[in-house]
């Protein structure tokens, strides 16, 4: 029905940057708010940043003011752009989107399938 797919992972050095992209394709009405959770070994998933379709923004407090979200509506997709990365930041990184899909109009939360990101010297 709705498929996230994600890009631009990978391994880089504390204080380095990377930018994180996520596209959504399927059967959508609407994207209402879209997103990034990431996940390490052995903890919880949790939110890093959301934005909603009007690009209002929500940040982790671990991240405020080293990440930006941005969205792009008419594509359907959703940036990542992360600068002074730390070791902690490694994790699993996984799109959200919540969608009403056509043509039930039922809304859900989709989920992308993850994309490494590592921290490392």
């Known amino acids: 029905q709705v498929q996230l797919v994600e890009s631009g992972g990978g391994l880089v050095q504390p204080g380095g940057s990377l930018r994180l992209s996520c596209a959504a394709s399927?059967?959508?009405?609407?994207?209402?708010?879209m997103g990034w959770y990431r996940q390490a070994p052995g903890k919880q998933r949790e939110l890093v940043a959301s934005?909603?379709?009007?690009?209002?923004?929500n940040y982790a407090d671990s991240v405020k003011g080293r990440v930006t979200i941005s969205r792009d509506n008419a594509k359907n997709s959703v940036n990542l752009q992360m600068n002074s990365l730390k070791p902690e930041d490694t994790a699993v990184y996984y799109c959200h989107a919540n969608v009403k899909i056509i043509p039930t109009m039922r809304r859900g939360d989709y989920w992308g399938q993850g994309t490494q990101v590592t921290v490392s010297s």
């Open positions: 399927g059967s959508i009405f609407s994207i209402y708010v």
């Open positions: 934005i909603t379709g009007s690009s209002s923004t």
